[in-house]
């Protein structure tokens, strides 16, 4: 697998691209939760949050924007807590996790099988 | 494989009326066809992440960005499958090595369920993977990637792997389609027969 530029930056681009905030908000959410721009990017913007917004115009998951990114998961989290805040992003969080871990039920599961089965 | 070019080409963003995501993983050893078995069945070009964890951080999950501290980086690669309107499944190709094992509540609560991929040449690999999964109480099926003519019956294998009667096991060849849609229907039939409490293999839907 090929490396983005992370490995080269190190722990500082993390640090100024979170601004050294704290982890603990990033239960809000999912690798799977999807992300919609509720509206365009301003002057003035981080350039994260103005390629998160690009991005998102359509829905798209928390971990494809890091992928597109090339930032960890859990520092776009962070980046996400600050559009969502403001009100600049909606995030459609998935039906599946539940506490605990437990499965879903049988109408979803149901579901999955017959798309998979008709693919 | 490489990671997404930036800026607006390339990114395939969902329908407007996507909203449930989904998760399946795909657990096994280095070279035993995860990557290859997630771009057979994804709808787009498989990308790749990581996830950071600081060494403090390792299961106390309170640390920050500070700098110097020295971070842990776990890489992996996806894939995914719109549904239907709203469900979007996120095929996870997971490296089954020690250190991941920390990130997997992080990035792996709510999965559905897991394939582990195993390679009967290598069966050892995936003894770990095994033990962890159950003890996150994920369930699994096991799929023999067969990179060549198959030496030993799944039963041999099962025996050898000490897995429970319950967990369907099932061949494949990573690399087509068709065989990897069928490791996944097999997941998809456990999951659904678990979730109605009938015994795994008896449901015909
Ligand atoms: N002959 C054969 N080769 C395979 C098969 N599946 C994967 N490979 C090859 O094995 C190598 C490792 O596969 P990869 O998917 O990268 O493994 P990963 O490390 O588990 O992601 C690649 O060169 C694949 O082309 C298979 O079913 N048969
Ligand atoms: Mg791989």
New interface residues.
């Given amino acids: 697998?090929?490396?983005?530029p992370?490995?080269k930056e190190?722990?500082?681009r993390?640090?100024t691209v979170?601004g050294?905030?704290?982890?603990?908000d990033?239960s809000r959410f999912?690798?799977?939760?999807?992300i919609v721009s509720e509206s365009d990017p301003t002057p003035g913007m981080q350039s994260e949050h103005v390629?998160i917004l690009?991005?998102?115009?359509?829905?798209?998951?928390v971990?494809?924007i890091?992928?597109?990114?090339?930032l960890?998961?859990?520092?776009v989290k962070i980046l996400l807590c600050d559009l969502l805040d403001t009100g600049r992003i909606t995030a459609?969080h998935?039906?599946?996790?539940?506490p605990g871990?437990r499965?879903?039920?049988?109408e979803?599961?149901?579901?999955?099988?017959?798309?998979?089965?008709n693919? | 494989?490489?990671?997404?070019l930036?800026g607006?080409a390339g990114?395939a963003?969902?329908?407007?009326s996507?909203?449930?995501?989904?998760?399946i993983v795909i657990v096994g050893g280095f070279g035993v066809g995860k990557?290859t078995m997630v771009q057979s069945?994804s709808e787009i070009r498989p990308?790749?992440?990581?996830?950071?964890?600081t060494q403090a951080?390792i299961g106390i999950?309170?640390?920050?960005?500070?700098?110097?501290?020295t971070?842990t980086?776990v890489?992996f690669?996806?894939g995914?499958?719109s549904?239907?309107e709203q469900?979007?499944?996120?095929l996870f190709g997971a490296p089954g090595q020690e250190r991941f094992w920390f990130l997997w509540d992080?990035?792996?609560?709510?999965?559905?369920?897991a394939v582990v991929l195993v390679d009967t040449n290598r069966l050892s690999d995936s003894w770990y993977a095994l033990d962890r999964l159950e003890h996150?109480?994920?369930?699994f099926i096991v799929a023999r990637n067969n990179f060549t003519e198959p030496q030993h019956t799944l039963e041999e294998v099962r025996e050898a792997l000490d897995l429970p009667p319950e967990v369907p096991m099932i061949e494949c060849d990573a690399r087509k389609r068709d065989s990897s849609?069928a490791v996944?229907?097999a997941l998809?039939?456990y999951?659904?027969s678990?979730?109605?409490n009938g015994s795994a293999g008896e449901t015909t839907?």
């Fill in positions: 697998m090929i490396r983005g992370l490995d190190g722990p500082d993390l640090y979170t050294g905030r704290s982890r603990a990033e999912d690798m799977v939760t999807l390629k690009r991005m998102c115009r359509r829905p798209l998951s971990v494809e890091s992928s597109y990114l090339e960890p998961v859990s520092v459609r998935p039906h599946a996790a539940r871990g499965l879903p039920g049988p979803t599961l149901k579901k999955v099988l017959v798309a998979l089965q693919l | 494989m490489s990671t997404a930036p607006g990114h963003p969902l329908r407007e996507a909203s449930n995501g989904l998760k990557t069945v990308l790749s992440t990581e996830e950071t964890m951080g999950d309170d640390a920050s960005f500070v700098r110097h501290k971070t980086t890489a690669d996806f995914r499958i549904l239907d469900m979007v499944l996120y992080r990035l792996f609560s709510g999965t559905l369920g996150h109480g994920t369930p849609k996944l229907v998809a039939r999951l659904y678990l979730s109605t839907a």
